[in-house]
């Protein structure tokens, strides 16, 4: 585990510091990285597997400890870009429970393999396939919260301008709406989407 744990320190600090770069070019950098960690964890686990020699093993065991820092540092950091700011140490503890939950059963699971008989390649593969399945996960996180990350970057100078326009207190003076961060309408979507008052010449809701 030495050199799984070199490599999972290198990787988290070069993981951050590729997010925090990459976000600066686009809204889904930080899930970009994560799935790039995770695509890298991927032919690790398979050449582990089939290492023919302990020399060979550690150099895939290197590349996992990489993958699996991109992929662990940003965690965090997507959960707050995607959930609001009164759920997040909820959704973060449900992650935690789940992640160490599941690698629990699955390290007894594959101990109860070994004690069978069943070989290091084939667990190995079927870890592989396992994380080949899971890699779906961030691409559907780019397509669904990627266009929402963006559009909450791009009206935030918008909204605090409104403020100053009304004499509010920042981002919370007009109160907390469903559809985002101000009730008055000037950051809500959907039904509460904004609309010019003809009659008192302020914000109202449709």
């Not at 686990?45 to 590349?63: D, M, R």
């Not at 985002?180 to 914000?203: P, V």
Request: hydrophobic share 45%; glycine share 16%.
């Amino acid at each position: 585990t030495l050199w799984l744990t070199v490599a999972s320190m290198a990787g988290v600090l070069a993981g951050g510091a590729l997010a925090d770069r990459w976000m600066q070019r686009a809204s889904r950098g930080r899930i970009y990285t994560s799935a790039l960690g995770v695509a890298m964890m991927i032919p690790a686990l398979l050449g582990v597997g089939a290492s023919p020699t302990l020399g060979v093993a550690i150099v895939f065991l290197l590349l996992y400890g990489v993958g699996w820092g991109f992929f662990d540092c940003n965690n965090m950091p997507i959960l707050c870009q995607i959930v609001r700011p009164e759920l997040r140490a909820t959704g973060y503890g449900l992650m935690n429970l789940v992640s160490i939950t599941m690698g629990g059963l699955f390290t007894a699971k594959i101990g109860a393999l070994r004690d069978a008989g069943v070989s290091p390649t084939l667990i190995f593969s079927a870890c592989a396939l396992l994380v080949f399945h899971n890699h779906l996960l961030p691409q559907g996180l780019c397509r669904r919260f990627g266009q929402r990350a963006r559009h909450q970057i791009g009206r935030r100078p918008a909204l605090e301008a409104h403020h100053q326009r009304h004499g509010l207190a920042g981002p919370a003076g007009c109160g907390r709406g469903r559809g985002g961060l101000c009730k008055c309408g000037a950051e809500s979507g959907g039904k509460g989407q904004r609309q010019r008052s003809a009659t008192q010449g302020g914000w109202g809701h449709q």
